[in-house]
């Protein structure tokens, strides 16, 4: 059994062992093993040269990263906080997504971006933001969302060994969540990094789901499951590209669909799964597809997150509405 933060970090260990040009860099990575701990003792295994404790300039690190994979390197880069990632939003969209199409294929960049995400932890101001729609909207960036240490040490592997650029998603309430973790990738529980994972099978209405509210939701069908109704919850894992087979399947099956996150419902990705569920479900849907997320407010103080954050209550009354649509 592993934490989720403990999963990442042998999965980093893993990386930087089996690939000279792995480098881990970000603010306070290496002396301190980062403000979760999730880089303990990786400085003192592979050097300052190889585990880097930068300036605190996210524009400056994901920019130095850039430089860096385009040297052959395979530069992972931790933004402390979700909402640190702004001044790094240029870099990121105008040059890390666009490189590679802009060299005709000629230039890879394989930068990986680790982002501690969401709410639950009673943090202040930008340290609980959920932006996964912002990235997900960028053309060739990979983006993907870890629930638990199985996803977590197995899709960063995964990401690290893509040529491809990934924001890669890491829910900070969770950190402390234990789990099993496979020991080999031949294990059928690795699953391939842009697939959804069916969690919990159910008939009568399919949950879909990511990060944060991965947990909510199991225990929202737990509780529905008391009264008879029967949920499929489906983690969608990559954010893009979206395995959007394992969800229509899904959905045909149940007739009814409810998307949960974190972030606002408005401009959410949600508004893409439902969307996307009424365009090949349309015959199959019994009510309309439901969304259930943040409200379209700033992330309030820490005081009042619990009525911010999508819960149990609010869950399962989405469900209720959709089962008695």
Same mark, same amino acid.
């Given at each position: 059994?592993?934490?989720?933060?403990?999963?990442?970090?042998?999965?980093?260990?893993?990386?930087?062992?089996?690939?000279?040009?792995?480098?881990?860099?970000?603010?306070?990575? +290496?002396?301190?093993?980062?403000?979760?701990?999730?880089?303990?003792?990786?400085?003192?295994?592979?050097?300052?040269?190889? *585990?880097?404790?930068?300036?605190?300039?996210?524009? +400056?690190?994901?920019?130095?990263?850039?430089?860096?994979?385009?040297?052959?390197?395979?530069?992972?880069?931790?933004?402390?906080?979700?909402?640190?990632?702004?001044?790094?939003?240029?870099?990121?969209?105008?040059?890390?997504?666009?490189?590679?199409?802009?060299?005709?294929?000629?230039?890879?960049?394989?930068?990986?971006?680790?982002?501690?995400?969401?709410?639950?932890? +009673?943090?202040?101001?930008?340290?609980?933001?959920?932006?996964?729609?912002?990235?997900?909207?960028?053309?060739?960036?990979? *983006?993907?969302?870890?629930?638990?240490?199985?996803?977590?040490?197995?899709?960063? /592997?995964?990401?690290?060994?893509?040529?491809?650029?990934?924001?890669?998603?890491?829910?900070?309430?969770?950190?402390?969540?234990?789990?099993?973790?496979?020991?080999?990738?031949?294990?059928p529980l690795v699953l391939p990094v842009d697939a959804a994972r069916t969690v919990r099978g159910g008939t009568d209405l399919t949950l879909l789901t990511w990060g944060?509210m991965v947990e909510t939701c199991l225990s929202a069908a737990a509780a529905a499951a008391e009264e008879g109704r029967s949920l499929e919850v489906v983690d969608l894992?990559?954010?893009?590209?979206?395995?959007?087979?394992?969800?229509?399947?899904?959905?045909?099956?149940?007739?009814?669909?409810?998307? *949960?996150?974190?972030?606002?419902?408005?401009? +959410?990705?949600?508004?893409?799964?439902?969307?996307?569920?009424?365009?090949?479900?349309?015959?199959?849907?019994?009510?309309?597809?439901?969304?259930?997320?943040?409200?379209?407010?700033?992330?309030?103080?820490?005081?009042?997150?619990?009525?911010? /954050?999508?819960?149990?209550?609010?869950?399962?009354?989405?469900?209720?509405?959709?089962?008695?649509?």
């Open positions: 059994m592993l934490t989720l933060s403990h999963a990442i970090n042998r999965a980093l260990h893993h990386e930087l062992e089996s690939d000279p040009a792995v480098m881990v860099m970000g603010q306070d990575v +290496g002396l301190s093993g980062g403000v979760f701990r999730v880089t303990d003792g990786l400085q003192k295994d592979f050097g300052a040269d190889r *585990v880097i404790d930068t300036p605190l300039a996210e524009a +400056g690190i994901v920019g130095t990263a850039i430089g860096l994979a385009m040297r052959g390197y395979r530069p992972v880069c931790e933004i402390q906080f979700d909402g640190f990632v702004y001044p790094a939003f240029s870099q990121i969209t105008s040059q890390l997504a666009k490189l590679h199409a802009r060299s005709g294929g000629r230039i890879t960049v394989p930068v990986v971006i680790r982002i501690p995400v969401s709410g639950g932890i +009673g943090a202040v101001e930008h340290h609980s933001e959920s932006n996964e729609a912002y990235f997900a909207h960028t053309a060739g960036l990979r *983006v993907m969302a870890a629930a638990t240490p199985q996803d977590a040490h197995w899709m960063l /592997r995964q990401a690290i060994e893509c040529d491809d650029p990934v924001i890669f998603f890491e829910p900070k309430c969770r950190y402390w969540s234990k789990g099993e973790v496979a020991e080999s990738a031949d294990d944060s894992r990559s954010l893009s590209p979206i395995d959007t087979d394992t969800l229509v399947a899904s959905v045909r099956r149940t007739g009814r669909a409810v998307v *949960v996150h974190e972030a606002p419902t408005f401009g +959410g990705l949600g508004g893409e799964v439902a969307a996307t569920l009424a365009e090949r479900c349309f015959t199959a849907l019994e009510a309309p597809v439901t969304r259930v997320g943040g409200f379209n407010v700033p992330y309030p103080a820490a005081r009042l997150e619990e009525h911010y /954050r999508p819960d149990l209550d609010r869950v399962l009354d989405a469900v209720d509405r959709t089962l008695d649509f």
